[in-house]
């Protein structure tokens, strides 16, 4: 059964850090572009960064990218999002997908986890 589970989330003090998971089962994580995507209360979904299939490049929004990393273990089937100096902006369920295709954007993704909820509060 294909599926990918996200792991991680939870409440955090603003400065402080999270590392999310996604792991997947059923297929070879590593053969697919694999994107962290989250979506607020009220607010449309919006990509935060991706890991490009093979050659491992990353991309990431402007407004996080000296604040977010994604990286992989094949070994495990997991790519993980670690975010630092956390806002209470970053609120948000977190979500992962992975794609065939080179792309990093929500319509060119095949399989989507659940997601995990970060809350960034005092």
């Known amino acids: 059964q294909v599926q990918l589970v996200e792991s991680g989330g939870g409440l955090v003090q603003p400065g402080g850090s999270l590392r999310l998971s996604c792991t997947a089962s059923g297929f070879t994580l590593a053969d697919y572009t694999v994107g962290w995507y989250r979506q607020a209360s009220e607010h449309v979904r919006e990509g935060v960064g991706c890991?490009?299939?093979?050659?491992?490049?990353?991309h990431y929004l402007n407004s996080v990218k000296d604040r977010f990393n994604i990286s992989r273990d094949n070994a495990k089937n997991t790519v993980y999002l670690q975010i630092n100096k956390l806002r209470p902006e970053d609120t948000a369920v977190y979500l992962c997908?992975?794609?065939?295709?080179?792309?990093?954007?929500?319509?060119?993704?095949?399989?989507w986890g659940q997601g995990t909820q970060v809350t960034v509060s005092p």
């Open positions: 890991i490009i299939r093979g050659d491992g490049r990353t």
């Open positions: 997908a992975a794609g065939r295709v080179n792309s990093c954007t929500i319509s060119s993704r095949d399989y």
